[in-house]
């Protein structure tokens, strides 16, 4: 038997098979690199799904973790430590918020639009039920958060679901109109849609879906969990002015890249009233504002700060995707920074569809996701070079072509 034939029995024998049989046993990481248990080296161009934002064992994430570990790691929320208060006042910061705002820490960005759920519940109260979300939408898999996500197959095993969720459709801002009304308590909407193939918001949208919430007394939630930290070339992409188009919004949501490979969410009030929202003992998390958790994700808010990696994502986000549009066998390039969609020209697959092409890729030592039939979604480090990068263009045309 081989070694990964006895891997894979291993999996098969001991854990859920809900993930599906895995593709790799990835034994080590570096930068923008991984190797599997062969040895076999990858460029991972995914960063486990955005959340790698520093790439594998950063220095600066390797020690912000080990001197905490060695030194406070968990306590519970009856107490707080300094990484819990200083992570929370550099995101103050970096979002500019008024005073009054309040960061609430948990585990995932599940977790993190849970809890911003639940404060769309309390600012509605009992004469507000319907919360609102956008088709194309993803915002988790617990209970709440999946009510949310707009794809039917996510959810119908599980009805029913919690009431009182309406999908509109995406960019149409009569559909939104039409839908808030004085029974709204708020709409839930991603900057960028990422499991739909890396998708923005037409233009004026937000802006809409501001004015609207405001007029009717609903809030305005941004999922920013995969569009976050550093991953658009901003800190979080409602700060991109063609993104955002200026919107402040009444609550954001972020995980993913905030804690660069350690598990973390926060749910960020802005302003004082939507401080309000959830009063002492109506919400909690066991592990939510570890010191070890939180070490973390200071230091990758401080890492990128200090390498300069949002201009560095900036500049090499529009060179990869000006350079992907001028590659054989892609019809267009969607998204903005290191959060990238590359649709597939049919003419050029010979009929493969995304997910094929993504298997040729793995084989070719290239970690890409296909997150439709017809798109590649790449989210890679923010650290990655245009070295890096170029070894992958060079390698596409062929993958598409098979």
């Known amino acids: 038997?081989?070694?990964?034939?006895?891997?894979?029995?291993?999996?098969?024998?001991?854990?859920?098979?809900?993930?599906?049989?895995?593709?790799?046993?990835?034994?080590?990481?570096?930068?923008?690199?991984?190797?599997?248990?062969?040895?076999?080296?990858?460029?991972?161009?995914?960063a486990g799904i955005a959340v790698n934002a520093l790439g594998h064992c950063h220095p600066a994430w390797v020690t912000a973790i080990s001197e905490q570990a060695a030194t406070l790691g968990h306590i519970s929320n009856f107490f707080t430590s300094p990484p819990q208060i200083a992570l929370a006042s550099k995101l103050h910061e970096i979002l500019d918020l008024p005073q009054g705002s309040a960061v609430f820490l948990s585990n995932s960005g599940a977790e993190a639009n849970e809890a911003a759920f639940k404060m769309a519940r309390r600012a509605g109260g009992g004469g507000r039920p319907i919360v609102i979300a956008v088709e194309g939408a993803f915002h988790g898999r617990t209970?709440?958060?999946?009510?949310?996500?707009?794809?039917?197959?996510?959810?119908?095993?599980?009805?029913?679901?919690?009431?009182?969720?309406?999908?509109?459709?995406?960019?149409?801002?009569?559909?939104?109109?039409?839908?808030?009304?004085?029974?709204?308590?708020?709409?839930?909407?991603?900057?960028?849609?990422?499991?739909?193939?890396?998708?923005?918001?037409p233009a004026g949208y937000l802006t809409a879906a501001r004015e609207l919430t405001r007029a009717h007394g609903a809030l305005l939630i941004l999922d920013e969990v995969q569009s976050g930290v550093g991953r658009t070339g901003h800190w979080y992409a409602h700060q991109d002015p063609e993104i955002g188009e200026g919107v402040v919004p009444d609550i954001i949501t972020s995980a993913k890249g905030l804690g660069g490979g350690m598990p973390i969410g926060a749910t960020i009030t802005v302003g004082t009233a939507n401080t309000k929202l959830l009063e002492a003992g109506q919400h909690g998390t066991t592990f939510g504002g570890n010191p070890l958790a939180t070490a973390a994700a200071l230091a990758v808010l401080e890492t990128i700060e200090t390498e300069g990696l949002l201009a560095h994502v900036r500049e090499t986000g529009t060179w990869l995707r000006g350079e992907l549009e001028q590659t054989a066998g892609v019809a267009s390039v969607s998204g903005t920074g290191l959060l990238v969609g590359i649709e597939l020209d049919p003419a050029a697959t010979g009929g493969a569809d995304a997910k094929t092409i993504a298997a040729r890729a793995l084989e070719a030592g290239f970690i890409v996701n296909p997150v439709t039939p017809e798109r590649l979604r790449l989210a890679p480090p923010l650290t990655i070079t245009a070295e890096e990068l170029q070894t992958f263009l060079t390698a596409l045309p062929a993958l598409i072509a098979g």
């Open 143 to 201: 209970m709440g958060s999946l009510a949310l996500t707009a794809k039917a197959a996510y959810r119908e095993p599980f009805a029913p679901g919690v009431p009182g969720v309406v999908h509109v459709p995406y960019g149409d801002v009569d559909a939104l109109a039409a839908a808030i009304n004085d029974t709204c308590a708020a709409v839930f909407i991603e900057p960028i849609q990422g499991e739909v193939g890396v998708r923005t918001h």
């Open 1 to 46: 038997m081989t070694d990964a034939q006895t891997w894979r029995d291993d999996f098969s024998r001991v854990l859920s098979p809900v993930f599906g049989a895995p593709q790799l046993d990835l034994v080590r990481g570096q930068g923008s690199k991984v190797w599997d248990a062969s040895g076999k080296e990858y460029l991972d161009l995914l």
